[in-house]
C-alpha cells in the first residue's frame, strides 16, 4: 500500500514537474545590458541589441522548457537595487514587445483576410463583366482585363499575408513570451 502511494505521488510530481532550463549570459557591469546611445534611466533605457540577440540565440536550444535568465555580474560591481530596476525593465520590454508582436500578427492576418476578400470581388467583377458584355464592350473589356490580374495578385498576396507572414515572426513571439515568465536571477562570478 504504501508503494503504491509513493508510486502515485511520483507520477503526480513527475507530471507537476516542468523540465526547466538555464540561460547564463555574462556581463562586465550592469551598462552592457543597455544600449551605449541611450542616456535615459534604467526604468526607461533602451536593451542593448547585442544583449538581446545573445539572448534570443541561447533560447532557441532551450524551446518548450521554463527558462531561468541568468546574468553573471562580477561580484565587486553588484547592487541589489539596480537589479531590482533592471529585472523590471526586462519584465516591461518583453511583455510590451510581446503584445507588439502579436498586434502586428493580428494586423497582418487582418489586412491578408482583406486582400483576399478584395481579390476575390475583384474576379467576381471581372467574370460578370466577361460573361454580361461579351467583350463586346470596350470600357467593360478594358476593366475585365484590368480586374482579373489585379483580383489574382490581390487574392493570393492576401493568403500569404494569411498564411506565410506570421509564420516569420512567431519566433520572435515565442522569445518574447518565454521571456516574460522567464525567471531573472542575478549571480556573482
Do not use: C
Amino acid at each position: 500500500m504504501i508503494k503504491e502511494h509513493m508510486k502515485k505521488m511520483a507520477e503526480k510530481a513527475g507530471k507537476e514537474m516542468k523540465e526547466t532550463s538555464e540561460i547564463r549570459v555574462s556581463v562586465n557591469n550592469y551598462e552592457d545590458i543597455f544600449s551605449d546611445f541611450d542616456p535615459r534611466s534604467l526604468h526607461e533605457r533602451g536593451l542593448s541589441e547585442d544583449f538581446l540577440l545573445e539572448m534570443k540565440r541561447a533560447s532557441l536550444v532551450k524551446k518548450g522548457h521554463d527558462i531561468n535568465f541568468i546574468i553573471l555580474v562580477p561580484k565587486k560591481e553588484r547592487d541589489l537595487n539596480k537589479e531590482i530596476k533592471i529585472t523590471q525593465r526586462l519584465r516591461s520590454y518583453f511583455k510590451k514587445h510581446f503584445g507588439i508582436l502579436q498586434e502586428e500578427k493580428r494586423g497582418m492576418i487582418k489586412w491578408g483576410v482583406f486582400s483576399t476578400i478584395l481579390g476575390t470581388i475583384l474576379m467576381i467583377l471581372a467574370t460578370y463583366l466577361l460573361f454580361k458584355f461579351k467583350n463586346q464592350n470596350l470600357i467593360a473589356s478594358f476593366f475585365t482585363i484590368l480586374f482579373e490580374p489585379a483580383g489574382w495578385f490581390i487574392f493570393w498576396h492576401g493568403l500569404d499575408y494569411i498564411i506565410f507572414e506570421p509564420k516569420k515572426i512567431n519566433p520572435d513571439i515565442d522569445f518574447h513570451n518565454e521571456m516574460t515568465s522567464a525567471k531573472i536571477m542575478f549571480v556573482s562570478v
